[in-house]
């Protein structure tokens, strides 16, 4: 009996889908705290039970218990404060998958300081970029060399974070994470009056990807792990005391869907593949060994596991597979189903909430659709004057009702930016921007970026639908659609392609492809151009930039 997930859900069982979206709820204390309320309450209950199994490339492999995670967390957090780190302070932490991650992650929530996750890939520019937008004090950092160097140039301009730099691993001029953590004490106690948070004080900020400009600085407060009960208990479907794994860095936001907040107050345990590569044989071989229960990755690993012979690993363990972060073209899931027995369960969302749209256990995964509504949202697909539109027509995914009822784990506006936050969620609903369709079962099929959508000769053409039918083709591993400029019609829809192994450009293979697609959807839908790759360009979310691919065919 899982009683901390109880303490804030009242009902935690269901009957259906539709007694799900009804009833369920989640009660939101004044004072939550992740790191108190979930971690240090799981160590008082059950202080050895496990909470995250950590292995990497090197032979390197951890286990920690909620009792290690809840010591760890305070010595951490006495080091950190004896920097001179406080309430509200910022810090900016680039770990990748490092254990050492979540243990900062929980001293900071538990000092009220606020938590920014950050990649690898960031440059100097772009640390410099957030510590100004959002006053960094601190940087945490993996010890890798191109980390540290680009860390190192920025603080020549920004002073703020100079004196405040710790490495997990040995780099001169820095503070070593492990001696830290060795040498601060163990005691340390809850913050009470001033001192202490509540739940609507800012616990988390993600910079988003960027696709359309300059990140944005997305403010979460410390009621944000309470949203994520719907994404790891009911889409995911972890259940306590068995192991889950969601691979994705600790830069971006699934790393908060998937391996800390819904997880722990769940009670399963997270496991942690610090991978320096993707290689698909070597992942599907941490599922084999490891025997996870539940798993989800991003389509595009879906895909490139796919090129394995996946019927050879014993995957038999998982009970779920899941996957976000772009639509799953139905080909890839039906394919799956072929090598394993079971369906992929996606789900659906942003940088700035919980799983919004998803396959839960009571709904049948439907290839191709992204599921049905989350409870508490009140998603509605909505056309450009705020009515809800009917069957079958495409509408803007938001979030309705917000002067209602504020749902917890939904974002509470941008970093010290008033007007971007009023336009955002200073109304009725939170409009994301992505387009989406919903069928007389309630299904919802995801359309694109409403800036993606294709306008060409009088028709729109939503990009997902025509990449579903390319990814069919046995040559095609992953594609991107865009338009692209055409004396003519205006726009035509341009393909931009990676192909799968065995398989080389040619132009027959263009008109082949080109075939498929007229035969496979409406023909009118099809590639006039084709343009063969080795890799698409993507966000440090994994997230595929079609606006750089339009802008470098000269459209704005």
């Not at 005691?187 to 009470?192: D, G, K, L, M, N």
């Amino acid at each position: 009996m899982n009683h901390v997930l109880r303490k804030y859900c009242p009902r935690i069982d269901f009957e259906s889908y539709e007694d799900f979206y009804d009833n369920f709820a989640i009660e939101v204390p004044g004072d939550f705290n992740f790191a108190y309320d979930v971690v240090d309450e799981w160590a008082r209950v059950e202080p050895g039970k496990r909470a995250l199994v950590w292995c990497d490339d090197h032979e390197g492999a951890e286990e920690f218990s909620f009792g290690d995670l809840a010591r760890l967390s305070d010595k951490a957090a006495n080091a950190l404060a004896a920097l001179g780190i406080g309430k509200g302070d910022t810090v900016m932490v680039i770990l990748r998958r490092r254990w050492e991650y979540w243990v900062v992650a929980l001293a900071l929530c538990k000092i009220g300081a606020t938590l920014i996750p950050a990649s690898l890939q960031l440059t100097a520019k772009d640390i410099v970029y957030r510590a100004e937008s959002v006053n960094i004090k601190m940087l945490v950092c993996v010890d890798d060399d191109y980390v540290c160097t680009q860390a190192e140039a920025a603080m020549q301009d920004a002073p703020s974070i100079k004196e405040h730099v710790i490495v997990a691993g040995e780099r001169a001029g820095w503070h070593s994470f492990s001696t830290l953590l060795d040498e601060a004490p163990e005691a340390w106690e809850r913050p009470t009056g001033e001192a202490a948070t509540t739940a609507n004080d800012i616990m988390l900020i993600y910079f988003t990807s960027g696709t359309t400009g300059l990140a944005k600085a997305v403010c979460h407060n410390f009621a944000h792990p309470l949203g994520h009960i719907l994404t790891a208990k009911y889409w995911q479907q972890v259940r306590e005391d068995t192991l889950h794994m969601s691979v994705t860095d600790s830069g971006w936001a699934k790393f908060g869907w998937g391996k800390i907040y819904g997880q722990w107050i769940a009670g399963a345990a997270i496991f942690a593949y610090d991978m320096d590569k993707f290689v698909p044989a070597e992942l599907l071989e941490k599922v084999q060994e490891y025997r996870l229960t539940t798993f989800c990755a991003p389509p595009t690993m879906y895909r490139f596991m796919l090129q394995e012979d996946v019927a050879s690993f014993d995957l038999s363990s998982v009970e779920n597979f899941a996957t976000a972060g772009e639509p799953l073209n139905a080909e890839v899931t039906l394919a799956w189903e072929r090598a394993t027995g079971k369906r992929i369960r996606e789900g659906f969302g942003q940088t700035e909430g919980p799983v919004l749209v998803a396959t839960f256990p009571w709904v049948d995964p439907r290839p191709g659709s992204m599921g049905k509504p989350s409870p508490l949202l009140n998603i509605k697909l909505l056309d450009e004057d705020g009515a809800e539109v009917a069957d079958g027509e495409e509408g803007a995914i938001c979030v309705t009702g917000l002067r209602r009822a504020w749902p917890p784990g939904l974002f509470v506006g941008y970093f010290h930016d008033e007007e971007r936050t009023r336009s955002a969620v200073g109304g009725e609903h939170y409009n994301l921007h992505d387009m989406a369709w919903r069928d007389s079962d309630g299904y919802y099929f995801f359309v694109g970026r409403d800036d993606d959508v294709i306008k060409c000769s009088g028709y729109r053409i939503g990009p997902f639908e025509v990449e579903s039918a390319l990814v069919e083709h046995d040559a095609v591993i992953e594609c991107a659609v865009t338009a692209a400029p055409d004396p003519v019609r205006g726009m035509v829809v341009k393909a931009t392609v990676v192909l799968a192994r065995g398989w080389e450009p040619s132009d027959a293979l263009v008109r082949e492809l080109q075939e498929h697609v007229k035969k496979t959807t409406a023909p009118y839908k099809y590639p006039r151009i084709v343009e063969f790759v080795d890799e698409l360009p993507k966000t440090i979310g994994g997230k595929i930039k079609r606006k750089l691919i339009r802008n470098n065919d000269g459209i704005d």
